[in-house]
């Protein structure tokens, strides 16, 4: 089984719709991430939280909110999509061993907003 | 400036060609750096982890630090087919990672 898993994987919702994104991960990690993926722009980082009683502000928040239900979910809310929010979302997680510092990530959720 | 530029091609080679991937930064405070490959529709998958200056060795993949002049490579040596992503490079303080656009790389049979 994958370590990170996101659902849905793909998702179709109109504007002003509220929508929600899930992650899970079994890699035992104290720190998530939600990302974006646009053409041209690579990854933009949205929400990360270190722990469970820890979330932070990417550098593109605005219109997004997160939720840490447990060290091993984290998920993302759409409050009002819009057009603007289509694109590739990732999660990723990461150890807090600065020995270990890589991420890893889920496949991805393809998002349209119509 | 970005914290990390990153040339974003595309790139095109034959099969068994050598490969030259870089990054520059800017943030004499990244300590930890990655190369990471994506393929289409697919999630970045970690392909390389270096700390610190200093080059690392993977099989057909060597990962090259250069602290001083801020600079990072991937070298792929005898590439293939299957090689043909986009391959992200990523840097990170400890705390926060910063990617680089990626270069999309198409190895031709």
Known sequence: ????????????TKTGKRIMLECSQTKGHDRMYWYRQDPGLGLQLIYYSFDVKDINKGEISDGYSVSRQAQAKFSLSL???????TAL????????NPSKETQYFGPGTRLLVL | QKEVEQDPGPLSVPEGAIVSLNCTYSNSAFQY????????RKGPELLMYT????NKEDGRFTAQVDKSSKYISLFIRDSQPSDSATYLCAMSTGNQFYFGTGTSLTVIP
């Open chain 1, 79 to 85: 409050e009002s999509a819009i057009p603007n929010q």
């Open chain 2, 51 to 54: 700390y610190s200056s200093g």
């Open chain 1, 89 to 96: 979302y990732f999660c990723a997680t990461s150890d807090s």
């Open chain 1, 1 to 12: 089984d994958a370590d990170v898993t996101q659902t849905p994987r793909n998702r179709i």
């Open chain 2, 33 to 40: 750096f990655m190369w990471y490959r994506q393929y289409s």
